[in-house]
């Protein structure tokens, strides 16, 4: 088993910033991705960005793409979701998840956390 734990919601006004993390811990992969969503109110869940273990290179929906950055931090087990230039329409809960490398949906999921951007 893997546990996620997300931490680092809250309100923030449009145009401003926020960081989002998720650690984890349990059952280790050799190779994974891990990956953020978010789902808003009365909307379907949806991809924002992900990171691959042995690439290394960054995916990001064409909704957030040039404003959040995703990373992680091997030592502490962390990713991150740092997320610039909020608009209102980025208000949702934030969830990460990770996969095996080569499984195609994500295996595990964390709680979620709420990042509300006030216009």
């Known amino acids: 088993q893997v546990q996620l734990v997300e931490s680092g919601g809250g309100l923030v006004q449009a145009g401003g910033s926020l960081r989002v993390s998720c650690a984890a811990s349990g059952r280790t992969f050799s190779g994974y991705v891990m990956g953020w969503f978010r789902q808003a109110p009365d909307k379907e869940r949806e991809f924002v960005a992900s990171?691959?273990?042995?690439?290394?290179?960054?995916m990001y929906s064409d909704s957030v793409r040039g404003r959040f950055t995703i990373s992680r931090d091997g030592a502490k087990n962390t990713v991150y979701l740092q997320m610039n230039r909020l608009k209102p329409e980025d208000t949702a809960v934030y969830y990460c998840?990770?996969?095996?490398?080569?499984?195609?949906?994500?295996?595990?999921w964390g709680q979620g956390t709420q990042v509300t951007v006030s216009s």
């Open positions: 998840a990770v996969r095996r490398l080569g499984v195609l949906d994500y295996e595990y």
């Open positions: 990171l691959s273990s042995s690439t290394g290179i960054p």
